[in-house]
């Protein structure tokens, strides 16, 4: 069996694998990972391998120090790991676990096929990776939180709202206008790279993902919406990959 864990910024999602099929999944906050993994390591005694991707300021050290004592095999996502796909990025040592992650689980889903993966969380990226399993790297920006966050941080006046998907354009009032920019401009951007593939590429494959990819399904009409596991389904193909 195998145990893949991400660790974000905030949040960590893990699953347990039998091979290729997920067993168990769980997520929650960062502060309580290290009080699941015993009962987990209890519940599925026959783990023998895991990969731990953090891209976080949490120290992982002691989660490991568990896994060990369990005689668990542990991977770190890090550039030396083998990949189902070959990379042309320049800066591949700052390249995020998360972003490889999910190019591997599209390259699982749906291999030698072009596919663009929109990644809807704390920051928005979307990853190509075409048809001849070449990951071309792709963009990051600000997520739709860390937006209204920046207007309310860096203005005197403008208020923090919650997000909303109803807005008009152009809007009639501040808050309208704000919802417009935010949520209006993350939706353009996205078709707007959308749009750039598809003039150059045949038969691309829209992956939406993410925690506010249930939200910016309602407006964007996307075929593929990848569950919350989409993730860990890449880490465990990447495991699988590397394990011996």
Known sequence: ???????????????????????????????????????????????????????????????????????????DFDSSLKLPFSVN???????????????AASVKLYPDSNNIIIDAGTCLTADFISDKNIYLGGMISPGIDMRYKSLKNYTARLPKLEKSHHFKFPADSTTGSMHAGVVGGVINEILGFIDQLTSKYKNVNVILTGGDAEFLSKTLKITIFANQNFILEGLNSILNLNKH
Not at 89 to 103: P, Q, S, W
Request: aromatic share 8%; charged share 25%.
């Open 1 to 75: 069996m195998n145990l893949v864990i991400d660790i974000g910024n905030n949040y960590f999602k893990l699953a347990v694998f039998g091979n290729e099929t997920l067993m168990f999944g769980k997520s929650g906050k960062n502060s309580v990972l290290e009080k699941i993994i015993p009962r987990l390591i209890e519940d599925f005694p026959k783990i023998k391998f895991s990969l731990v991707s953090n891209v976080s300021d949490l120290s992982d050290s002691t989660i490991k120090t568990i896994l060990r004592k369990k005689n668990i095999k542990i991977y």
């Open 89 to 103: 990025y320049k800066t591949m040592e700052t390249l995020g676990n998360d972003r490889l992650a999910v190019v």
